[in-house]
């Protein structure tokens, strides 16, 4: 049995940032637990390879949702990270920090300091560019922000002109001064590898004699002393280990693991810890609910010109681009599909962008369900317009499926549960039928290959939403952070209402989901929650 200052469970996008954070001041030790293995992967650190890690059980959660109603019964696929890095060493790679009023919307729900003035210095801490540090952008941090301009199909230049063309202003930074309009993704990777929070943090962290960092430790339970956290159970290798923590245990699970390690631990409703035969040790109602989560839709089209299909399908082409990727670290394997998209209104009512769309000028529509083969797609010329509502208010909950700590949580999304919610999908894609009208996209497309010109009204579009749509893997707020302990777990400085030593610092603390890719928010929550453990500890 071990004992260490602080105790992180999960070394994902969050849990990474505390390990190393908490550690270079050299005053603390820190252990942190994963329950998946090393990250030294070729399919993690090459780009267009999360397509391979997307599907695959040895770095990847590979979680089902239960039956979703507002999606006709279908079941979800919500692949998670299990590996060093979490789901940063697993996703498309899509840095975006979500809008100002996001996080202004966060302070006026009762959480103060976490406004858009007070999160800004956190996130560009954090933040090497490689255009250089500016008013909004960092140039100094450990995570290495890349743009794809150089590097993007050409088509993405006529996604750009169509987007125009649609009546969207150009925007040459989605996290600049201000989100909306049309533009270029940035990805986080440097030198054609992707950067995870496991190359941008651990690296630094795995060097120091005050930190451990345990593989393979699948965390069971959460010791308490009374109303008191003191360590955490974890099992490795087979066999069942404790490690105790003299001041914090921290969750950093995500927004799935977190809510199931503590009512694991007997933390969160009463009736849902008694069914599974857990005792009570904390009611906190808050646990588990309030689930947010973004939905995307996919529109296909086959191209009269050239994509990345006609690049990759043959094995020539599989070929070269292997080369060139091996030789420059450059072409088409060094980046994320997600090349190009944009923040608009889907409504000229709307008071902010509440659209962000994706352009990838690629497509696989035969796809085994689950698989994203990126080096397989289609062998025509296709690419994919997509659309996700970036606010969604529909709220699902986790809980336990079992008391048994190795058994996958209960997901239930509840998707597309409330009128603003349909609304909105159909708007979005109303949105996409009006870039494929415009002069640029018509062009180039020959023929829409889904849903289908057939799909026309209203009604019909929805169906087709409930048939096809699903999550892009933003799950949030199943560990709210808000100032009523009815209803929230944790305070406005990340401690769970009831029980000392005890913080969730991840996505999971979200008070609303952000607009867009969550997990440069999900960094900066390891940021600013490693500022309120240093300052709470500073005197002793």
């Not at 692949?79 to 979490?86: D, F, I, N, T």
């Not at 345990?214 to 003191?230: P, Q």
């Not at 497509?363 to 996700?388: E, H, V, W």
């Not at 005890?502 to 996505?507: E, M, P, T």
Request: with cysteine.
């Amino acid at each position: 049995m071990n004992a260490f200052d602080f105790v992180i469970v999960g070394a994902g996008s969050a849990g990474c940032v505390l390990a190393d954070r908490l550690s270079e001041n050299g005053k603390y030790s820190v252990c942190l637990l994963e329950a998946g293995g090393s990250d030294l992967n070729f399919w993690i650190w090459m780009p267009i390879g999360y397509g391979k890690a997307f599907y695959n059980r040895g770095i990847n959660w590979m979680y089902q949702t239960e039956p979703d109603p507002g999606l006709n019964n279908r079941q979800g696929y919500w692949p998670r990270g299990k590996v060093l890095g979490g789901s940063s060493s697993i996703n498309a790679m899509v840095y975006i920090r979500g809008q100002h009023a996001d996080f202004d919307d966060w302070e006026a729900l009762g959480n103060p300091g976490w406004g858009w003035n007070d999160v800004l210095p956190l996130f560009k801490r954090s933040e090497c560019n490689d255009r250089g540090e500016d008013a909004y952008r960092g140039g100094s941090g450990p995570l290495h922000i890349s743009s794809m301009k150089d590097d993007t199909h050409p088509l993405c230049d006529v996604f750009l002109k169509a987007g125009q063309e649609a009546g969207f202003r150009l925007n040459d930074d989605f996290n600049g001064a201000d989100q909306e309009g049309v533009g270029r993704y940035q990805i986080t990777a440097r030198d054609g590898f992707r950067m995870s929070t496991a190359r941008a943090y651990l690296s630094s962290a795995k060097k120091r004699r005050n930190v451990r960092i345990e593989t393979n430790a699948h965390s069971t339970k959460i010791l308490l002393d009374g109303n008191r956290a003191t360590g955490v159970c974890y099992r490795q290798n087979g066999q069942d280990k404790t490690v105790l923590a003299r001041r914090e245990v921290i969750l950093s699970a995500g927004a799935v693991n977190s809510p199931q390690l503590l009512m694991l631990s007997g933390i969160g409703r009463p009736d849902d810890l008694k069914t599974q035969g857990i005792d009570v040790a904390v009611e906190r109602a808050g646990v588990g609910q309030n689930l947010q989560d973004h939905l995307g839709l996919d529109y296909l089209y086959r191209s009269r010109v050239p994509t990345l299909n006609t690049q990759l399908y043959p094995w020539w082409g599989k070929l070269l681009l292997g080369m060139r990727y091996v030789l420059t670290r450059r072409g088409p394997l060094s980046l994320s599909v997600n090349q190009a998209g944009g923040f608009v209104r889907s409504t000229h009512e709307r008071e902010r962008p509440n659209m962000q769309i994706y352009f990838s000028p690629v497509s696989y529509t035969k796809a085994p369900k689950g698989k994203r083969p990126l080096m397989n797609p289609d062998p025509f010329p296709g690419f994919l317009l997509g659309i996700q509502p970036t606010r969604p208010s529909s709220r699902g909950h986790i809980t336990l499926r079992s008391g048994d700590p190795m058994a996958s949580p209960a997901i239930h999304p509840n998707s597309l549960s409330t009128n603003h919610d349909l609304v909105e999908m159909v708007e979005g894609c109303k949105l996409i039928r009006k870039l494929a009208a415009t002069p640029s996209l018509s062009s180039v497309i020959e023929e829409q290959i889904a849903p289908g010109p057939e799909v026309q009204d209203d009604e019909a579009m929805l169906e087709d939403v409930r048939n096809r749509c699903s999550t892009v893997f933003h799950p949030v707020s199943t560990c709210r952070m808000g100032p009523d302990r009815n209803v929230d777990v944790v305070d406005h400085r990340l401690r769970v209402y009831g029980v000392g030593g005890l913080r969730v610092v991840d996505a999971s603390i979200f008070p609303t989901v952000t607009s867009g890719n969550t997990n440069a928010p999900a960094i900066m929550v390891g940021e600013k929650g490693s500022d309120l453990i240093l300052e709470d500890h500073k005197a002793g």
